[in-house]
């Protein structure tokens, strides 16, 4: 929310969760088709600059997605996702007068990005009872969303459109329980580069005012269990953002240092080519 003086995814096509763990060792699958949904519980909030929270939103979501992934060479990957997400959620803030008020907000975003990394393990010495992955990447987002308050009788709301993209490095480790069943585990850190904010203030009496929130640093982090053609996992992220300038036309507007935060869980269907 905009304050004044503040706001604001060549071969035999399989299904498979990945290597078939054997005593001798067996190559992962040239490439793998990841298509996923989740459902998790989103947060947002913002911090006036005494470090007090004036504004909350919360509620459910659900996202669908795809993502590629290939191997190549013994140890070499990349991958490509992209989803898209969305839902009304509860909001409560208060007005630019300073009177609490609560109502809904209704998002609708999308991201799209990849991964390039390396694997300690080779591919062809994955056994099970043994760590089947140990990676190390490097990655990239580019992440959007309408964010629309709604009105109220005390007050008119507006809309947002937000675009970030998001530097990341990381690391993923997997144990093969047994074959075609590995546990696995990755986190990592991220930081917003290059933030846009849009608001339509026109309802307000205000032309569209663009503003550019700082750059920050924040952490993901997923779990899971892949059984044959099937991934079951549970994740965070966090999206932070420092204070924006003051708009350039006006300068009477700027976004508060902002978070947005994603826990929930992910089923994902695998097809693996060899």
């Known amino acids: ?118 694997d300690f393990i080779p591919r062809t010495e994955k056994y099970q009872g043994q760590w089947s992955t140990s990676e190390i990447f490097l990655g990239y987002k580019f992440t959007g969303w309408e964010r629309d308050i709604k009105s109220t009788p005390a007050a008119k709301g507006y809309v947002e459109n937000w675009e970030t993209q998001l530097a990341q490095a990381g690391a993923r480790v997997g144990y093969a329980l047994a074959r075609s069943l590995e546990l696995y585990a990755e986190g990592g850190v991220q930081s917003t580069w290059h933030t846009k904010e849009s608001i339509d203030l026109t309802a307000l009496g205000f032309a569209t005012i663009t503003l550019e929130p700082g750059d920050a640093v924040s952490f993901f982090a997923e779990a899971g269990l892949s059984w044959e053609f099937l991934t079951l996992a549970a994740f965070y992220e966090e999206i932070r953002f420092d204070r924006s300038p003051l708009d350039a036309e006006f300068q009477a507007f700027y976004q508060p240092e902002s978070k947005a935060a994603k826990s929930g869980v992910t089923l994902m269907l695998r097809f693996a080519y060899q």
């Open 1 to 118: 929310m905009m304050r004044r003086k503040s706001i604001l995814a060549a071969g035999l096509i399989t299904l498979a969760a990945g290597p078939a763990f054997a005593q001798n060792g067996q190559a992962t699958p040239d490439y793998e088709l990841d298509v996923f949904t989740k459902v998790f519980a989103f947060e947002w909030e913002e911090i006036d600059p005494s470090g007090a929270q004036f504004l909350r939103e919360d509620g459910p979501m659900l996202a669908v997605g795809a993502r590629w992934r290939e191997n190549y060479g013994s140890n070499y990957f990349y991958t490509l996702e992209g989803e898209v997400f969305g839902n009304e959620i509860n909001y409560t803030g208060q007005t630019q007068s300073g009177t609490p008020t609560t109502t809904e907000t209704g998002y609708l975003g999308w991201s799209a990005g990849g991964r390039l990394g390396w």
